[in-house]
């Protein structure tokens, strides 16, 4: 059943919901590309925003959008290969007052009605690294204060430009990388200003190979910056090397990954229509 049993989910107001190409999913601003979740995956506006009447997704998958809407890991989602390949863009105007949590039940429904999408749920065993706060404490920073925006597209325009700065920094590192020039520079990373563990978590489930849980037992918000060397994929460094991920969390954040494996509910799509109606 798509939606909850106990009270009515409200609806958006005006939605076109579509499929678009690839092309189209990779047209996406300088903050998606510089590492934001979801790889392709664009969210704008809604509640707690400046423009909380709106939302509108860009280049997601359907897993993405089940993961968003369902509030699981892509991980946990399976299906068909192209739950993985296809991408859709929603524009839509939500109902005054409505919260995150009502916007992932719209979304829910709304993917339910559009995609036909029959699904069950199943409790499977998976790997999953644990975040816990590694030998020393932890070394994370107050979360930064916001910047004052007088619109949303002044936000955005803010959000995009220093995001493109930290793009610009990654690419620098990666060609000196690439020619050789002095040491070697970690070429992927990202700055969270307003962090909580659990979103941290989720995105270092993204830059890894399996789910990362939350076990630090801190509460509140964080300035959290992260920089690694994608190529370095074990739990120690070479000397003269890159950090891996894995010894980035330590020194960077005071934090650790351990892995081990545990139980999960996994949702399953057995049935979806890769092409929504036309609105």
């Not at 709106?54 to 991980?75: D, F, K, M, P, V």
């Not at 919260?99 to 009605?113: A, H």
């Not at 559009?114 to 706060?133: D, G, K, P």
């Amino acid at each position: 059943a798509w939606g909850s049993p106990q009270t009515a989910t409200p609806d958006f107001e005006a939605v076109s919901f579509k499929q678009v190409s690839m092309s189209d999913a990779r047209q996406l601003p300088a903050a998606v590309l510089a590492g934001l979740p979801g790889d392709g995956f664009h969210i704008e506006g809604g509640p707690d925003t400046n423009d909380p009447a709106r939302i509108r997704i860009s280049g997601a998958t359907l897993r993405e959008l089940l993961s968003y809407a369902l509030n699981t890991r892509n991980a946990q989602i399976t299906g068909p290969s192209w739950i993985s390949t296809e991408h859709y863009s929603l524009e839509a105007t939500l109902p005054a007052g409505v919260t995150r949590d009502q916007v992932r039940q719209m979304l829910e429904k709304l993917l339910g009605d559009r995609l036909q999408i029959e699904m069950h749920h199943e409790q499977r065993a998976m790997s999953v690294y644990l975040l816990e706060v590694a030998k020393g404490g932890p070394k994370l920073q107050p979360p930064a204060p916001t910047p004052h925006s007088e619109s949303d597209a002044e936000s955005r325009a803010d959000q995009q430009k220093r995001a493109l700065e930290g793009l610009q920094k990654i690419l620098a590192a990666r060609e000196a990388n690439a020619a050789g020039i002095g040491e070697r520079q970690p070429s992927r990373g990202f700055h969270l200003a307003h962090a909580s563990m659990q979103l941290l978590a989720q995105f270092l489930s993204f830059n890894l190979d399996r789910p990362v849980v939350d076990k630090t037992g801190l509460d509140g918000e964080f300035s959290c910056q992260l920089r690694w060397d994608p190529d370095r994929t074990g739990a120690t460094s070479e000397p003269g090397s890159g950090l891996s991920i894995f010894t980035a969390i330590q020194e960077q954040l005071g934090l650790k990954l351990e892995a081990l494996k545990e139980t999960a509910d996994f949702v399953v799509i057995d049935k979806a229509n890769r092409t929504p109606p036309e609105n």
